[in-house]
């Protein structure tokens, strides 16, 4: 069970079920658009591409940074450029990443999540 829903939040850490057709499937449910899947919960993330990501798009992740070890993010259908400005923010604050396509990034986040490890992941849709 899903547990109770927010506007635009899934309280607590669950596995990415699919993704695709603009969006994905957790807890029960479907997300159009991209999203953050954090300790504290899975919420709706604005990016809709790699282009256009700032550091203050990871605000989120540095509130959680003493639960995340090491943050994926999927950039899409392509590996794309992670910005060093965006590394060195989440460096600072302790965090690791790893970037790659939006797929591979859902299904590692999977496994470490599985595995009870320190993990999130920034994922943007994939049409």
């Known amino acids: 069970m899903a547990g109770r829903v927010y506007e635009g939040f899934v309280p607590g850490p669950?596995?990415?079920?699919?993704?695709?057709?603009?969006?994905f499937r957790f807890a029960d449910m479907?997300?159009?658009?991209?999203?953050?899947?954090?300790?504290?919960g899975i919420r709706a993330w604005?990016?809709?591409?790699?282009?256009?990501?700032?550091?203050?798009?990871f605000a989120p992740v540095l509130a959680e940074?003493?639960?995340i070890a090491l943050l994926l993010i999927g950039t899409g259908r392509d590996v794309?450029?992670?910005?060093?400005?965006i590394r060195a923010r989440l460096r600072e604050g302790g965090v690791s990443v790893d970037v790659m396509q939006?797929?591979?990034?859902?299904?590692?986040y999977n496994i470490l999540l599985g595995e009870?490890?320190?993990?999130?992941?920034?994922?943007?849709?994939?049409?």
């Open 65 to 67: 940074s003493e639960s």
């Open 102 to 108: 939006t797929g591979a990034a859902a299904r590692t």
């Open 80 to 85: 794309a450029f992670v910005a060093e400005p």
């Open 30 to 40: 479907s997300h159009r658009g991209s999203i953050l899947a954090l300790p504290s």
């Open 116 to 127: 009870n490890r320190r993990v999130g992941a920034a994922l943007i849709a994939v049409a």
């Open 46 to 57: 604005a990016p809709a591409s790699a282009a256009g990501l700032t550091p203050e798009d």
């Open 14 to 23: 669950h596995a990415i079920d699919s993704y695709g057709a603009g969006g």
